[in-house]
């Protein structure tokens, strides 16, 4: 059974920072390229971060987070972890972890609540 499990989310002033961790069972997570997305209130869910597979770990950002998240991998752990600086309320959403194979389905997580508010 796979399982992507996140953690990690929390309520934080404007400014301030959180770590996201999303560990995941049940798959080679070493062939899975790992994504963040985040879903607002009344918005459509939307990419934030990737990271490749096969220990070259290439990175990919959003606009709208880059210089502010960066997304990293530990094989070993079988986690993928979003660390976020200098939050702003347009952060607040659930975020998503997803794992993706060119040939296989991909994996979600159930989602973590980020409230950036003072």
């Known amino acids: 059974q796979v399982q992507l499990v996140e953690s990690g989310g929390g309520l934080v002033q404007p400014g301030g920072s959180l770590k996201l961790s999303c560990a995941a069972s049940?798959?080679?997570?070493?062939?899975?390229?790992m994504r963040w997305y985040r879903q607002a209130p009344g918005k459509q869910r939307e990419l934030v971060a990737g990271?490749?597979?096969?220990?070259?770990?290439?990175?990919d950002y959003a606009d709208s987070v880059k210089g502010r998240f960066t997304i990293s991998r530990d094989d070993a752990k079988n986690t993928v972890y979003l660390q976020m600086n200098s939050l702003k309320g347009d952060d607040t959403a659930v975020y998503y972890c997803?794992?993706?194979?060119?040939?296989?389905?991909?994996?979600w997580g159930q989602g973590t609540q980020v409230t950036v508010s003072s």
């Open positions: 997803n794992a993706e194979v060119s040939y296989g389905p991909d994996f």
């Open positions: 049940g798959i080679i997570f070493s062939g899975y390229a």
């Open positions: 990271i490749s597979s096969g220990g070259g770990f290439s990175t």
